[in-house]
């Protein structure tokens, strides 16, 4: 059955590709990402200042079919209307979506479109992630984003994002840094100060760097991102796409507090995974010259959402720190909803905490923070 007569998740895509499309990338694509050079890069903490937000429209109709790549869109540019009041968002869009995406953005103010070969819209991953070099100039970290460790080898759409990252770099007139591992930019979190935290189940995997050990992984995140430190989280077991992306898991609150997801569902497929997490970052602070404020917050409980899909995302880590605001998901379980919020709110007082519901894009597997991508104000 071909592909555009099917509306399907990545997660249900994942399940129906196997293993063939797997051992064939990583024969043509992985053994070239031991590239290492001498240009050493700091990348900022989320919340330091913006001078705008990166996302990509999503065009993937042959992944999700017609209906649901609609709602996506809908759901998509909702989110980035509402990010607009707060700073300057660039869509890049394919040429034949342009038209719909204009359509949807309508009359909203801070929000330019720039035409590139976009497919799908998660911009943390496909799109670089822009740090800075020695003089202060901003540099784009081609991240090698195999299609999330090559889970989709038979959606030729996803050849697209494996190349955006240079002509996006290229439209901002930014120069691009080659990464020396696969390390897609939701993989990684740093506090600005030093540390940077990753989980052992996403950069670890086979599937993306199965020619470089711990050290050489880690010797590589600390020349790219300035990195003095590095956190390894377990990471996830049910999270058979990203393998355990840590946007998902766990975020730099500042450079001296984490929060930390945990579900008090026994039954949950990642209860001992979160678990595990939690307990590597309080040993970490428990032993660190620098403690973390380590928090917990709990995932929100299934029965107390509307239906969803098994493989529907609901993180509460999956938020954006954006210029003045924070825009945090919300799933429909009150208590929890408010609890993740009152997180934020301690955090980051001084911006306003914008819950908005996700629907469409967590039932195929994302969230909010999946759709942006850091545009740094430049030093100086």
């Known amino acids: 059955m071909p592909m555009s007569s099917l509306s399907l998740s990545r997660r249900d895509w994942l399940r129906a590709s196997g293993a063939l499309g797997l051992t064939l990338a990583l024969s043509a694509c992985q053994k070239k990402t031991s590239e290492p050079t001498d240009l050493r890069l700091s990348v900022e903490p989320e919340w330091a200042r913006h001078e705008a937000t990166l996302m990509t429209f999503c065009a ?4 999700f079919g017609e209906a649901t790549t609609r709602a996506l869109q809908e759901e998509q540019i909702r989110f980035a209307r509402a990010l607009a009041q707060f700073e300057p968002v660039t869509l890049f869009v394919a040429p034949d979506a342009r038209e719909r995406a204009q359509s949807l953005i309508e009359d909203a103010s801070n929000i330019t479109l720039i035409e590139a070969p976009a497919f799908d819209m998660w911009a ?13 100039q901003r540099v784009g970290i081609n991240t090698r984003f195999n299609v999330w460790g090559e889970k989709v080898p038979d959606e030729p759409g996803y050849d697209r994002d494996r190349a955006l990252a240079e ?6 007139d930014i120069p691009m840094e080659m990464a020396g591992i696969v390390c897609e930019a939701g993989a990684l979190d740093v506090d600005g100060a030093g540390r940077l935290m990753t989980s052992e189940t996403c950069l670890l995997s086979p599937s993306r760097n199965p020619y470089q050990g711990r050290k050489e ?30 946007d998902g898991l766990a975020r730099f609150l500042s450079d001296s507090a984490v929060m930390v997801e945990v579900t008090e569902d026994r039954s949950h497929p990642d209860y ?9 970052l309080r040993r970490y602070s428990a032993d660190a010259t620098r403690p973390l404020d380590v928090i917990e917050v709990q995932r929100p409980l299934r029965e107390e959402m509307p239906q969803r899909a098994a493989y529907f995302i609901a993180s509460y880590a999956k938020a954006y720190i954006a210029n003045g605001a924070v825009m945090m998901p919300k799933y429909g379980d009150e208590v929890r909803d408010e609890a993740a919020k009152a997180v934020y709110a301690r955090a980051f007082p001084d911006r306003q905490i914008v819950q908005m519901e996700v629907n469409a894009i967590g039932e195929v597997g994302g969230g909010l923070h999946d759709l942006t991508q850091v545009l740094p104000a430049p030093k100086g």
Do not use: C, M
Request: charged share 25%; no cysteine; glycine share 8%.
């Open 167 to 172: 002509p996006v770099l290229q439209a901002l």
């Open 60 to 63: 993937a109709y042959s992944q």
């Open 124 to 136: 943390r991953d496909s799109l670089a992630l822009i740090g800075f070099d020695a003089a202060g």
């Open 217 to 246: 992984v880690e010797a590589e995140l600390k020349r790219l991102t300035g990195a003095e430190e590095i956190l390894w989280l377990y990471g996830s077991d049910a999270d058979t796409l990203s393998n355990g992306h840590v």
């Open 272 to 280: 001992y995974a979160l678990q595990d997490n939690l307990r590597r």
